[in-house]
């Protein structure tokens, strides 16, 4: 059973426009939620994260936003950047619980055409 | 730091043959997971170690697979005998056991199974 959903598999984005991924959770214990970038041919690098406590969080171009009560969270990519193609993965992590493992989604692949 | 570092980087072996990967963490991370890439499932966690101790293990798909972690730098996962739909990228990553922080990746090791 999945508990991380991406259910983008791809989005495709003019040069300069915003790409918004989104990611659905289905264990109300998680409690710290992260985005991790993967270029082909190298291993996932940490973008963002975000606690529970908040709703958002912002880091430059990345902003990622939290609706607890949706079990949502999405990342904004303004503007967005040829550079910033790559697949995308949303991670959950439950740490309050004591289980400091991170769930990972299926992952978006974003395209940002020049 | 070198950051968490994987051997071999491709493996490529007969179907039925015994396969190992490895797995160097960060020092002074005390917990070390080991995913599989697939396009169907995205980064599934096979299992996670803490401070050298298998956590959790409900990932690891089959009898096949098994993991070690014999001391805090050093952890493989072999699959024996290992199939066709064995092939796959394989990742480690590796992370502080305190709430708030994220798992650092390998490069991964890509794994094929003729």
């Known amino acids: 059973d999945q508990q991380v959903k991406q259910n983008s598999p791809s989005l495709s984005v003019q040069e300069g426009r915003i790409s918004i991924l989104n990611c659905d959770y289905t264990n109300s214990m998680f409690d710290y939620f992260l985005w991790y970038k993967k270029y082909p041919a190298e291993g996932p690098t940490f973008l963002i994260s975000i606690s529970s406590i908040k709703d958002k969080n912002e880091d430059g171009r990345f902003t990622v936003f939290l609706n607890k009560s949706a079990k949502h969270l999405s990342l904004h990519i303004v503007p967005s950047q040829p550079g910033d193609s790559a697949v995308y993965f949303c991670?959950?992590?439950?740490?309050?619980?004591?289980?400091?493992?991170?769930?990972f989604g299926t992952g978006t692949r974003l395209k940002v055409l020049a | 730091d070198a950051g968490v570092i994987q051997s071999p980087r491709h493996e490529v072996t007969e179907m039925g043959q015994e396969v190992t990967l490895r797995c160097k963490p960060i020092s002074g991370h005390n917990s070390l997971f080991w995913y599989r890439q697939t396009m169907m499932r995205g980064l599934e966690l096979l299992i996670y170690f803490n401070n050298n101790v298998p956590i959790d293990d409900s990932g690891m798909p089959e009898d096949r697979f098994s993991a070690k972690m014999p001391n805090a730098s050093f952890s493989t996962l072999k699959i024996q005998p290992s199939e066709p739909r064995d092939s796959a990228v394989y990742f480690c990553a590796s992370s502080l056991r305190v709430s708030g922080t994220e798992a650092f990746f390998g490069q991964g090791t890509r794994l094929t199974v003729v």
């Open positions: 991670a959950a992590s439950g740490t309050t619980s004591g289980t400091y493992k991170y769930i």
